[in-house]
């Protein structure tokens, strides 16, 4: 599976402390296939946030290697990595971190201007992608008039805005009530399969990681199947 959209390979992740090196990914092997959503469930402090950050390119590996459409990225230049994290992959925080100065149209937009596309370009796929969200009416509301969950639905449509091939969320719907999570996770869900998006999302919600294609977990460093609590 060269050629999937993300693979990695015996990954290894070591941070120095006051008491010594800590390692936390010992030989993590994971391959994600396009249209292909995984949920990554897991205790606090096990790795979870390193992984994500690993898959994105915001860190390197200290051992192993992470593939992006089958080309080694650990060796690539910072701006080779950030061109990488532009075009072909979408983050999704717990937070949704919109930039309160800007519109939900705008903080769409934005990210598309960056990559190269022109502005009235941008602002078409913006509002696209708001009303596939269900936002159509809110595309010129500033993130304070918008709702936690508004606001979560406008923070996964700028994450797709560059059509990545690779989706990664961090708790997505982690600060939403049930009915606005379920919600979210539904367009989100939509969102993959509907457009062959390969998606890792780190959740603590189980009932949404049973609706995925598979779940993993970690265990003393690596990646492996989970199953206790889940079934």
């Given at each position: 599976?060269?050629?999937?959209?993300?693979?990695?390979?015996?990954?290894?992740?070591?941070?120095?402390?006051?008491?010594?090196?800590?390692?936390?990914?010992?030989g993590?092997?994971?391959?994600?296939?396009?249209?292909?959503?995984?949920?990554?469930?897991?205790?606090?402090?096990?790795?979870?946030?390193?992984?994500?950050?690993?898959?994105?390119?915001?860190?390197?590996?200290?051992?192993?290697?992470?593939?992006?459409?089958?080309?080694?990225?650990?060796?690539?230049?910072?701006?080779a990595?950030?061109?990488?994290?532009?075009?072909?992959?979408?983050?999704?925080?717990?937070?949704?971190?919109?930039?309160?100065?800007?519109?939900?149209?705008?903080?769409?937009?934005?990210?598309?201007?960056?990559?190269?596309?022109?502005?009235?370009?941008a602002g078409?796929?913006?509002?696209?992608?708001?009303?596939?969200?269900?936002?159509?009416?809110?595309?010129?509301h500033?993130?304070?008039?918008?709702?936690?969950?508004?606001q979560?639905?406008?923070?996964?449509?700028?994450?797709?805005?560059?059509?990545?091939?690779?989706?990664?969320?961090?708790?997505p719907?982690?600060?939403?009530?049930?009915?606005?999570?379920d919600?979210?996770?539904?367009?989100?869900?939509?969102?993959?399969?509907?457009?062959?998006?390969?998606?890792?999302?780190?959740?603590?919600n189980?009932?949404?990681?049973?609706?995925?294609?598979?779940?993993?977990?970690?265990?003393?460093?690596?990646?492996?199947?989970?199953?206790?609590?889940?079934?």
């Amino acid at each position: 599976m060269s050629d999937a959209p993300l693979r990695l390979a015996a990954v290894e992740r070591r941070f120095k402390t006051e008491a010594g090196e800590l390692p936390v990914l010992r030989g993590a092997e994971l391959t994600l296939a396009a249209g292909e959503i995984v949920a990554l469930v897991a205790p606090s402090g096990t790795g979870k946030s390193t992984l994500l950050h690993l898959a994105g390119l915001l860190e390197k590996p200290d051992a192993g290697e992470v593939f992006v459409e089958g080309r080694a990225a650990g060796s690539l230049s910072d701006d080779a990595r950030t061109a990488i994290r532009r075009n072909t992959i979408g983050f999704v925080y717990q937070f949704h971190h919109l930039l309160p100065e800007f519109t939900a149209e705008e903080n769409i937009a934005l990210p598309q201007m960056a990559a190269g596309i022109a502005r009235g370009a941008a602002g078409v796929r913006a509002r696209e992608l708001l009303a596939a969200f269900g936002l159509t009416g809110r595309e010129s509301h500033r993130p304070g008039k918008l709702s936690g969950g508004e606001q979560q639905r406008v923070a996964i449509a700028r994450a797709l805005a560059n059509r990545p091939r690779i989706l990664l969320a961090d708790e997505p719907t982690g600060n939403l009530d049930v009915g606005t999570s379920d919600r979210v996770f539904n367009e989100l869900l939509e969102q993959v399969r509907g457009h062959g998006v390969a998606a890792l999302v780190a959740t603590h919600n189980p009932d949404l990681a049973r609706r995925m294609d598979r779940i993993v977990t970690l265990a003393d460093g690596r990646i492996v199947p989970a199953g206790i609590g889940l079934s």
